[in-house]
């Protein structure tokens, strides 16, 4: 089955992913593992939430945690070109019949929230706080040294179906794999600012987060954070890795938070700002797509996500299963 068409003039201008924000159950154990542990860093904390930036970043936030009687993703945010374009953004939304919501959102403009048509919540708005750069302020550096965020993945229970959708508001498709012997896609990997991807797809009972991903220097900075957690009592919260993805090439390591909410690290895949760029096609049998070394994910990582704050979840349309670990 061709891949749906991609849209190189979209009706408005999305520049990226931005920020996520996430629902746990006891802020002092979430500051100590994004924190102390990862290394982010605190740019405004309240009794009952805390912003988050990484190193290189100049916007305000990339990561709300907000205390929650039950965990739970909340808003995956993006970042729209211009006034303008937010409201076109609104005017594409309604319509299409999904719901707009305008939002007080603090260090940010004007923002609404949709969801797209599987039930993923969506926030865009157009300019957030700045902030001074911090990322030559080495001694600020520690943990994984989180230099951005970079990707979401998400399951989807029709695939095919939301990157049609996504193709549609200018995001491409880098790489992608497909099911055999129905030709239908398992999983694709989609983007706005020139990497392999802003948000992703797995196919699985959705919709429901997978991870979030933060950007590193370098592999050897996870070997660090390894050492780090299995010696500080986050040995159980390690759950994959590391290894190289046969999929963007790049290294990655796993993990859970306080509250089992996913997150990679995640570093080395490469440039995709070319409009004529070729997606890449894997074979849901491949062991190499997961991990390039030929190791298979654990039945966790196929299975387990955060539900989304509003959600219904459905069984996948697609039953295909790609090799899982014992």
């Known amino acids: ?30 500051r100590a593992f994004y924190v102390d542990t990862l ?22 936030h990339c990561i709300v ?10 808003d995956l945010g993006f970042k729209v070109f211009s006034d303008e374009d937010l409201d076109k953004a609104v005017h594409f939304f309604k319509g299409k019949g999904l719901p707009v919501e305008w939002v007080e959102r603090p260090y940010q403009s004007r ?15 157009a300019t957030m706080e700045r902030l001074p750069p911090i990322h030559q302020k080495y001694a600020l550096y520690h943990g994984v040294k989180p230099l951005r965020i970079d990707h979401f993945n998400c399951f989807s229970p029709n695939v095919d179906e939301s990157v049609a959708f996504y ?7 880098t790489e992608y794999t497909e099911d055999a012997s129905s030709g239908k896609l398992w999983a694709a990997w989609t983007h706005r600012k020139g990497g392999v991807h802003d948000i992703a797809f797995t ?4 919709p429901r987060l997978h991870h979030v991903a933060f950007w590193v220097p370098t592999p050897l900075n996870i070997i660090d954070l390894l050492d780090l957690m299995a010696t500080t009592g986050y040995l159980p919260n390690i759950e994959r890795g590391p290894g190289r993805h046969g999929i963007s ?31 890449i096609k894997w ?35 697609l039953t295909a299963s790609p090799i899982i670990a014992p």
């Open 1 to 30: 089955m061709p891949l749906p068409k991609f849209n190189l003039y979209p009706a408005f201008n999305i520049v990226r992913l931005s920020h996520v924000e996430l629902a746990v159950t006891d802020l002092a154990k979430s």
């Open 39 to 60: 290394g982010l860093q605190v740019t405004d904390e309240t009794s009952d939430t805390i912003y988050l930036r990484a190193m290189e970043e100049r916007g305000h």
């Open 65 to 74: 945690l907000k205390k929650a009687g039950t965990a739970e993703a909340r």
């Open 111 to 125: 923002t609404f929230r949709t969801r797209d048509p599987h039930g993923i919540p969506l926030e865009f708005y």
């Open 167 to 173: 193709n549609e508001l200018g995001f491409r498709v």
């Open 203 to 206: 196919n699985g009972i959705g």
């Open 249 to 279: 090439n790049a290294f990655f390591l796993y993990i859970r938070d306080p509250d089992n909410h996913r997150i990679e690290i995640y570093c080395s895949d490469y440039q995709t700002v070319d409009p004529d760029l070729e997606p």
């Open 283 to 317: 074979d849901l049998k491949d062991p190499q797509r997961q991990t390039l070394w030929g190791a298979p994910a654990p039945k966790s990582w196929f299975e387990e996500g955060s539900v989304f704050a509003g959600a219904t979840v459905r069984q996948p349309d």
